[in-house]
């Protein structure tokens, strides 16, 4: 065992984040774009603790590993939720509302199915909860997947898998739904859509909202730590309150849900959204996040790698179809139905990206939709565990 303290484990997280982080910068390749830099961490990490690089058994590790799981993923969710504004949302209309909630709905659709075809040769012992944590992270990203985990006590064979899972799919999804921009004035003209409706939604838009060009200072990172630790504090004093008359929702669960609903209250109705470093903080603790999440993991744990991998598939299947039979029935064009797609699949991060790829007009559009995903993205996980738990 090389790694032998918790502040030797921290700073080797780090450096790997930091090294391959650079490596994939200063050698950049066609090949990220399926696998992603993040993966590759991810595998190095497992990797270091299945040969033994450092060991749970070390208690002054296990301890380190443990405090960042129950005080840094709350303070990533704070992170995401702050940036969140309710009246900016409320914008997109009607219409691309009912799109959002057919993205989820689909996304429910696909867990269910796929959790009664295939949940029983998992192999984990959680699978309810896998499904659960996989909804949220599909709904939301990474922040919802984390909270979910920690607060219904998914194990770390569990959410190894789940982590796995989604860097897999992620890159290919994205990358087919670049694709199928070339289908977009067949697709159109089956559903008859009105595309003249999306470029009067997006005019009607603040983008300022959603940029802050102004220089990055010390004082903004110390805002958002002195803000967002406070906020966690709260709700994880308050958590375990409300548990005591909730026996079947464990004040974890409670203290995760806290955190989601003052975070986003203060992005509606502070400016705290448009403090700089917000997203900047959240996309960084994301990725370092999922480092601390699967340290305690090794390579036998991805023995049914393949069958999670056909879930994945199964899941996005029925997901597409559904998204295909609603844009149908509700005269939805393509390029609205992919960038709910996308933010709910990939996140508010990736979703311009694949918008600008179908045009300006959805680009901020998106970025809502990535923000309504991870503003809900937790409850519906929750939603979906608890109902899989009743069969």
């Known amino acids: 065992m090389l790694i032998t303290n918790g502040i030797e484990f921290l700073a080797t997280l780090a450096l790997i984040f930091v090294a391959v982080t650079l490596f994939c910068k200063k050698f950049p390749s066609k090949i990220y774009k399926y696998v992603p830099p993040v993966l590759i961490m991810f595998l190095i990490v497992v990797c270091c603790n299945t040969f033994g690089v450092w060991t749970m058994e070390n208690e002054s590790v296990n301890n380190t590993r443990l405090a960042l799981t129950n005080y840094a993923i709350p303070f990533l969710v704070f992170l995401i939720g702050a940036q969140t504004d309710v009246k900016r949302m409320v914008k997109i209309g009607p219409k691309?509302?009912?799109?959002?909630?057919?993205?989820?709905?689909?996304?429910?659709l696909g867990m269910i199915i796929t959790y009664f075809l295939f949940g029983n040769r998992l192999g984990i012992d959680n699978v309810e909860g896998a499904f659960g944590a996989w909804t949220g992270s599909f709904v939301g990203g990474p922040e919802n997947l984390y909270a979910i985990a920690n607060g219904i006590g998914l194990g770390d064979d569990g959410t190894a898998n789940v982590l796995l899972l989604i860097n897999l799919v992620f890159?290919?999804?994205?990358?087919?739904?670049?694709?199928?921009?070339?289908?977009?004035?067949?697709?159109?003209?089956?559903?008859?859509?009105?595309v003249t409706e999306i470029e009067e939604v997006a005019a009607a838009i603040d983008e300022a909202e959603a940029q802050n060009t102004k220089q990055l200072v010390?004082?903004?990172?110390?805002?958002?730590m002195g803000v967002g630790l406070a906020v966690v504090a709260i709700s994880q004093r308050i958590g375990p309150?409300?548990?005591?008359?909730?026996?079947s929702v464990p004040a974890s669960v409670w203290a995760y849900t806290l955190v989601t609903v003052f975070s986003v209250l203060l992005g509606t109705c502070t400016n705290l959204k448009n403090v700089n470093g917000?997203?900047?903080?959240?996309?960084?603790f994301a990725a370092f996040m999922l480092l601390v999440n699967c340290s305690a993991v090794d390579l036998k744990t991805f023995a049914n790698a393949g069958t999670f991998l056909l879930c994945?598939?199964?899941?996005?299947?029925?997901?597409a179809l559904v998204m295909a039979i609603y844009g149908k029935l509700a005269k939805v064009d393509l390029g609205t139905l992919s960038i709910a797609s996308i933010a709910s699949i990939g996140g508010v991060s990736s979703a311009p990206v694949v918008a600008a790829?179908?045009?300006?007009?959805?680009?901020?559009?998106?970025?809502?939709?990535?923000?309504?995903?991870?503003?809900?993205?937790?409850?519906?996980?929750?939603?979906?565990?608890y109902l899989l738990r009743i069969f």
């Open 312 to 319: 994945g598939v199964t899941c996005l299947l029925v997901h």
């Open 171 to 194: 890159r290919p999804w994205m990358t087919f739904l670049m694709i199928i921009v070339a289908a977009v004035p067949v697709y159109n003209k089956w559903t008859k859509a009105n």
């Open 218 to 224: 010390p004082y903004d990172i110390f805002i958002i």
């Open 357 to 385: 790829i179908y045009g300006k007009a959805y680009i901020s559009i998106s970025v809502i939709y990535g923000a309504l995903g991870s503003m809900i993205g937790t409850f519906a996980g929750l939603g979906v565990y």
């Open 278 to 284: 917000l997203g900047l903080l959240g996309g960084g």
């Open 241 to 247: 309150l409300i548990g005591q008359f909730t026996p």
């Open 96 to 108: 691309l509302a009912g799109v959002f909630l057919a993205t989820v709905v689909s996304v429910f």
